[in-house]
RNA sequence: GGAGACGUCGCAUAGUUCGGCCUAGUGCACCACCCUGCUAAGGUGGAGAACCCGCAAGGGUUCCGAGGGUUCAAAUCCCUCCGUCUCCGCCA
């Protein structure tokens, strides 16, 4: 939920982020009528209310002919507090839909436009040249032996995979670097539920447009998640943190479910765009004027581990419209794949300012004593489709793959993955 | 899955019998000040969250796990849900 105090101090602002991510402008003017609207009706209704309490104390006190006389006063006056109560909770339903509509208003910066107006970075990394032509991450991890989709098929259905062998290991591998990476760095481990109650998944903003992406079991009202963002950004909610000696950083490891439903016949070969796969996801409760600076640092996080992968990148200032509501900013890094010709995303770190915070009901203490809604931040650090990337990155020509440097402690020095005859 | 008990303002509790004097009491912890020649003890006061009105001072409403209901009036009565605990059953 965006800041009411905004909404009436400085609508402007949020017009104009409505526009650049080509979102409804005049959701503003209706948010304004319908708060006025909400606080007029809360008034007339908590007034009418206190006189009733009056009276039900004189009620109590009163006694014969004037109890009597009395009794039937309060009884009018019950029926009318009733409406009026009624009415201030719709307007209140009312505000709270219209101010729901309205996405978190971006940061300056941010590029305006859909998908393809984002604005790259930085690009780091040689992209990868071969003297020969290059196989694609199934092919190597069939060669290997590392991935096997056919069975995956076989006991669940297309876009499910078996990964065996050098396969499992490397994901595990991946997962512990991601692990160290975070824990040096200070964040705290979790693993998280995978299965949420649907408050939890409102509050998180994942039921809104995109909620046919979403696994749910009807016989038990949970969703699967598709990101452990939802149970990390839910571990706090309801809660008054104690920020000052500094964020609140989490590690949260699960297994991540997504039904893909609008992607078609996109990405059907491989692990690139699966039904589920594992991730190591950062997220960070800070304060709010803290936020972009801890943006940066998860960004810098996310490089750290792709350099350790030895991968080429891009990282990418993600456009308005292509933001998803909550973010206010959102980075992603795509990382080169040589037989696809293009960069593909491996990770994605949003600043969701207090946007989240607002609707999941987590604050912390002000100066002043007060309480004041926190900013959090969530970003990837490690995934199963990175796989792809490191397997075509670093193949060699008779299907080898040569395992970066940073990795091998986790595969107990193993310097190459070797093609199983 | 079956049976039972329970959920009160940070923690611990009183209050629920029989609805109104609950504006939710008390202890501990906490904060400020006072007193005291010892890291003890004592005294006085303060202190929760959300929303609404107001420049402010201040006022009002809501919150006793959540949501409904009954009633002039609900922590208290009724219903649904959530959670915790105990026992039984089943099961990695």
Known sequence: MIDPQLLRDNPDVIRASQLAR??????????????????SAISESESLRATQKTLGKMVAQA?????????????????RVKELAQVAADAEAEFTRTVGG??????????SGGEDDFVTLRQVGEKPSFEFEPRDHLELG?????????????VSGSRFYFLRGIGARLELALMNMALDTALAHGFEPLITPTLVRPEIMAGTGFLGEHSDEIYYLPADDLYLTGTSEVALAGFHSDEILDLSE????YAGWSTCYRREAGSGGK???GILRVHQFNKLEMFSYVLPENAEAEHERLVGLQESMLQACELSYRVIDVAAGDL????????????????QDTYRELTSTSNCTTYQARRLDIRSR?????????????????????????????????GSVVVPAALRPYLGGLEVMEPVS
């Open 22 to 39: 080509g979102d409804s402008a005049e959701l503003v003017d209706a948010a304004l009528a319908a708060d006025l609207n909400r606080r």
């Open 63 to 79: 006694s014969g002919n004037e109890k009597n006389t009395l009794l039937a006063e309060a009884q009018q006056l019950a029926a």
């Open 102 to 111: 309205i996405a978190n208003p971006i940061i300056a910066g941010v590029p």
């Open 142 to 154: 069939e060669l290997l032996r590392a991935i096997d989709m056919t069975r995956g098929a076989k």
């Open 246 to 249: 500094g964020p609140l950083r």
């Open 267 to 269: 990405d059907t070969r």
């Open 324 to 339: 998803g509501s909550s973010a206010a900013r959102k980075f992603d890094i795509e990382a080169w794949i040589p037989t």
């Open 366 to 398: 002000t100066e002043s004593g007060k309480t004041a809604p926190v900013a959090t931040l969530n970003g990837t650090l490690a995934t199963t489709r990175w796989i792809v990337a490191i397997l075509e990155t670093h193949q060699q020509a008779d």
